[in-house]
């Protein structure tokens, strides 16, 4: 009988390191779940933030759509005043010479007003990315802090 309690003894030694090391096991993979779990959270936060970025870039793209066609809008209508200035001008030329010399200058002005207009549209493009690019940089290095 000795034997057999001895057996058993052992058994039951066997029996407590395998339960220790479940134990352990599941505590591991406890943690690593934990930290997965962390993982995903920082990452959709992040994603979160893009695209409320996104969404605040689209509505003031869209403002600014807005406020460029209601700008065009109301400078291609011309003024009573502007009007009749134009036509005062246009009345005071004598020969067609002068009509055309005037109609020269005019459109000469109107395509540097064009080419002003261009370089300034793109100069905002340029700073409208530079900032979109800074914006997410800070947002990448936030999110390298707040992991550290």
């Not at 001895?6 to 039951?12: C, G, P, S």
Request: proline share 1%; hydrophobic share 40%.
């Amino acid at each position: 009988m000795s034997e057999e309690i001895v057996q058993w003894l052992a058994e039951i030694r066997a029996l407590r390191e395998e339960l220790a090391q479940c134990k352990g096991e599941r505590e591991s993979a406890h943690q690593s779940s934990a930290h997965w779990r962390e993982l995903y959270s920082t990452e959709a936060q992040q994603r979160r933030v893009e695209a409320r970025l996104a969404r605040e870039t689209l509505n003031q793209c869209k403002l600014e759509v807005r406020q460029l066609k209601t700008t065009s809008l109301s400078a291609s209508s011309v003024t009573p005043e502007a009007q009749a200035a134009a036509e005062a001008e246009v009345a005071a030329l004598q020969t067609t010479e002068q009509l055309r010399e005037r109609l020269v200058v005019a459109m000469q002005e109107r395509d540097r007003a064009v080419a002003a207009l261009k370089a300034e549209q793109e100069e905002h493009q340029r700073t409208r990315d530079n900032l979109t690019a800074a914006i997410g940089d800070a947002v990448e290095q936030l999110a390298r802090v707040s992991k550290q």
